[in-house]
């Protein structure tokens, strides 16, 4: 059974939105994180987020573009994505993380996978 469940991925044009969502199946609450894949790139930070949700991380190429949020009570991750570039098309996928957004020195490696929704923006 796979930790986490992503959707809503799909394809777009250049200067659409898309949100994704991914349901966590495990117990507990943990700092969390989108990625994305590109096949033949090495993965790529994209947001993370604490447990409380008031703190946020962005890599820079989204920033003022993405917006990571949760929904504790629904055990959901939610990425909204809004003005979607071509460079922006990969495989996102969420994860539990091992250390949280603030802690010292906190960074990004994962605890939990979920397999992914694929984004796709056209130019």
């Known amino acids: 059974v796979q930790a986490q469940v992503e959707s809503g991925g799909g394809s777009v044009e250049t200067g659409g939105s898309l949100r994704l969502s991914c349901v966590t199946s495990i117990s507990g609450y943990y700092c969390m994180a989108w990625f994305r894949q590109i096949p033949g790139k090495e993965r790529e930070n994209v947001a993370r987020i604490n447990i409380a949700g008031e703190r946020t991380e962005y890599v820079d190429s989204v920033k003022g573009r993405f917006t990571i949020s949760r929904d504790n009570a629904k055990k959901t991750l939610y990425l909204q994505m809004n003005n979607l570039k071509p460079e922006d098309t990969a495989d996102y996928v969420c994860?539990?993380?091992?250390?949280?957004?603030?802690?010292?020195?906190?960074?990004?490696?994962?605890?939990?996978w979920g397999r992914g929704t694929q984004v796709i923006v056209s130019s």
């Open positions: 994860a539990t993380l091992r250390s949280c957004p603030g802690d010292a020195g906190s960074d990004w490696r994962p605890r939990t």
